[in-house]
């Protein structure tokens, strides 16, 4: 395997409590042991969930996702000869997963890294174990999905999934991990609020969308706090819950973070 998503990023208002709710719904696990009180990292054995302080500028939201390689030189050198206008910055090690940092053709920005890296944060000591919820998939919008979907094949060798019919979305996999691309178009948003390209939503697969439910129904009753965030409210918010469950096939059950990062389930 040349790649692999390895993490998502999402900034938030409270990210030591967003890390609880993933913690306590989805059962992923603190991982590393740097600036945990500052952007807390969990996971599920394979991908890291990295919930950064949202600071001033910049507004709390699925921010990026990461991809590990088996040889970065690989990529630049593929980056060089096919996509000159991709550029890439290298960053500093005291971010977890975090080697690199560089963007599609369309600005999409991902993190870069490959293993024994010396500017890697020791977060990746504690992958490698199995659970029952997982991660399942990452979701963007583009203007040109098929270009994106190329982009990521080529370089990072990502295999393309088949599509149902009439489904005009892309899927790509690094053999556990689906990287779906859906076309992004203004008129999509007719009736709500419009959302620029980019980073949509993530996916998990659980053991049972019954026990998650009965879960979150248990926990919220005690504390307010770890609610979902609200989704489907409101002519806008039908609007937008509507354009979620038509454009992306693979989940079952649609909810959002207590931020408003939207998470689709399916078992």
């Not at 500028?57 to 996509?83: K, N």
């Not at 206008?85 to 500093?92: D, E, N």
């Not at 094949?153 to 892309?170: I, T, Y």
């Not at 918010?237 to 939207?262: I, N, Q």
């Amino acid at each position: 395997m040349f790649a692999r998503i390895n993490h998502v990023a999402i900034l938030s208002e409270d990210n030591a409590a967003l890390a609880r709710f993933y913690e306590g719904f989805f059962h992923l696990r603190p991982t590393g042991t740097k600036g945990a009180t500052r952007a807390p990292t969990v996971g599920d054995g394979y991908v890291g969930l990295n919930i950064n302080p949202r600071l001033s500028g910049r507004p709390a939201r699925l921010d990026h996702f990461g991809i590990e390689v088996a040889e970065v030189e690989t990529v630049f050198a593929r980056l060089g000869r096919d996509y000159p206008a991709v550029q890439w910055l290298k960053r500093p090690g005291s971010r977890p997963f975090a080697s690199i940092s560089t963007h599609d053709p369309e600005g999409n920005v991902f993190d870069l890294t490959q293993q024994g890296m010396a500017n890697r944060d020791d977060v990746y000591a504690a992958e490698g174990w199995e659970q029952d919820r997982v991660i399942d998939h990452v979701a963007l919008r583009a203007r040109e999905p098929g270009r994106v979907a190329a982009f990521y094949s080529e370089v990072f060798e990502l295999a393309p999934l088949n599509r149902g019919p009439g489904d005009e979305n892309h899927y790509l996999s690094d053999g556990r991990v689906t990287l779906e691309i859906m076309p992004w178009r203004i008129g999509d948003y007719e009736g709500t609020g419009i959302s620029a390209p980019g980073l949509d939503h993530i996916g998990f697969r659980v053991e049972s969308i019954d026990a998650l439910k009965g879960d979150i129904e248990k926990v919220t009753v005690k504390n307010y706090r770890f609610r979902p965030g609200p989704l489907g409210a409101g002519k806008e918010g039908a609007a937008r819950l509507d354009l979620f469950r038509r454009s992306c096939p693979l989940g079952r059950h649609h909810m959002a973070d207590p931020d408003g990062v939207l998470i689709d389930v399916r078992e």
